[in-house]
């Protein structure tokens, strides 16, 4: 049976695996690293996809993390997290090293790869170009990003830079996609003060 991830050297090269991708057999994920047609893409073939190029103990983030949490255009580098007191890992030209300091519940495990979480995820994606966060962060909705439980870890990190930055993306995705009535009924409710 063939493994669910195939590179070039899985299949006897570059151009056998060309092959296989123009025929439909293989779908291409990222780089070269593709999956069978008949496995569907998932956030754990996803993030299994980016491994292939990951060194040490860093932490799949940004753009890539949002990637591997609801799919979407596939990043040309992996944003690649390590933490302010780990060994920086090797460069990498597939890979964009970034240091940051991550809390125990801001990184989940995506099919065996480490990947910020998505609330995680969203506070990060916020301090990219507008053009380009709306449109993850849309995606990130799917995924379970809720902008109110985000303000509010954001909160907890009163050093981040680019706060401003991050609060303004939050403000213009709410006027451009404002919560369902349930979500909004739903954190009204969360807001009333609770039997005494």
């Known amino acids: 049976m063939l493994p669910e991830l195939l590179s070039p050297a899985d299949v006897g090269g570059l151009v056998p695996w060309r092959a296989l991708c123009r025929d439909g057999a293989l779908v291409p994920l990222w780089n070269l690293v593709a999956h069978r047609a008949t496995v569907p893409a ?7 996809a980016l491994a292939t190029v990951l060194r040490g103990h860093v932490v799949v983030g940004g753009t890539s993390a949002a990637w591997v949490h609801c799919g979407g255009p596939p990043p040309r580098r992996v944003t690649a997290v390590h933490q302010a007191h780990a ?8 890979v964009r090293t970034v240091q940051a300091s991550l809390l125990a519940d801001e990184v989940v495990d995506v099919g065996g790869v480490r990947v910020t979480s998505v609330r995680r995820t969203g506070l990060d994606v916020a301090r990219e170009d507008p053009s380009i966060a709306l449109a993850w962060l849309a995606r990130l909705t799917r995924a379970g990003f809720d902008v109110r439980s985000a303000r509010l870890a954001l909160e907890r990190r009163p050093r981040w830079h680019e706060r401003n930055r991050i609060r303004a993306t939050l403000d213009a995705f709410e006027r451009v996609y404002p919560p369902r009535a349930d979500v909004r009924r739903a954190a009204a409710a969360s807001a009333l003060p609770g039997p005494r």
């Not at 998932?42 to 299994?48: D, I």
């Not at 060994?87 to 597939?94: E, G, K, T």
């Open 87 to 94: 060994h920086r890992p090797w460069p990498d030209p597939a």
């Open 42 to 48: 998932s956030p754990e073939l996803r993030a299994r």
